[in-house]
T-cell receptor, first 115, second 116 residues
Framework: AQSVAQPEDQVNVAEGNPLTVKCTYS??????LFWYVQYPNRGLQFLLK??????LVKGSYGFEAEFNKSQTSFHLKKPSALVSDSALYFC?????????????FGQGTTLQVKP | GAVVSQHPSWVICKSGTSVKIECRSL??????MFWYRQFPKQSLMLMAT?????????EQGVEKDKFLINHASLTLSTLTVTSAHPEDSSFYIC????????????FGEGSRLTVL
């Protein structure tokens, strides 16, 4: 079965500091991996995805994520956090096998960036 | 990027009434759409997969008679919460996959349902 784990309910970081939001996954075969951000009472906005190719993926708003197959991780990173980055972040996975289009989401991590 | 529109964005109804939520793909066709439910400060729970021209596929534990899904055209899927009760109050979000089939989903803005 596919699953995604985000071990941290909340991450606190000072503005200007680097941030990392962790994600590990379990899926049969090679995965499609995604990061989404959600602001209060809004839908999800796509940040970035890993399909194939370079393990370091760059996405929207200066975010990037590194696919690590041996550690089955896909941590989200940003070199310098902004207060406006404060939001709820979701990691998601989709297996390549049994292509149904469904994404399985992690529990979500609240990012709090303080001035 | 592709846009998914969801309506209404919020709705308040009395217990026992039915509420319909619409999800439209505005600039692309979607043979499949996904309906998620989100509780406060929690993750998204996939409720069902909406299939154009055929029956929806429901996830385990989701009552198909309670949450009616219709996908009548390539750009519209609807979720009807029938005989709503306070425990149905939640944030409902629809999504549609990208046409490139790389797994990326485009999400609607969500619909906040409050049942009194």
């Amino acid at each position: 079965a596919q699953s995604v784990a985000q071990p941290e309910d909340q991450v606190n970081v000072a503005e200007g500091n680097p941030l990392t939001v962790k994600c590990t996954y379990s899926v049969s075969g090679n995965p499609y991996l995604f990061w989404y951000v959600q602001y209060p009472n809004r839908g999800l906005q796509f940040l970035l995805k890993y399909i194939t190719g370079d393990n370091l993926v760059k996405g929207s708003y200066g975010f990037e994520a590194e696919f690590n197959k041996s550690q089955t991780s896909f941590h989200l990173k940003k070199p310098s956090a902004l207060v406006s980055d404060s939001a709820l972040y979701f990691c998601a996975v989709r297996g390549r096998l049994g292509n149904t289009g469904k994404l399985i989401f992690g529990q979500g991590t609240t990012l709090q960036v303080k001035p | 990027g592709a846009v998914v529109s969801q309506h209404p964005s919020w709705v308040i109804c009395k217990s026992g009434t039915s509420v319909k939520i619409e999800c439209r793909s505005l600039d692309f066709q979607a043979t499949t759409m996904f309906w998620y439910r989100q509780f406060p400060k929690q993750s998204l729970m996939l409720m069902a997969t909406s299939n154009e021209g055929s029956k929806a596929t429901y996830e385990q534990g989701v009552e198909k008679d309670k949450f009616l899904i219709n996908h009548a055209s390539l750009t519209l899927s609807t979720l009807t919460v029938t005989s709503a009760h306070p425990e149905d109050s939640s944030f409902y979000i629809c999504s549609a996959p990208s046409t490139g089939n790389t797994g990326e989903l485009f999400f609607g803005e969500g619909s906040r349902l409050t049942v009194l």
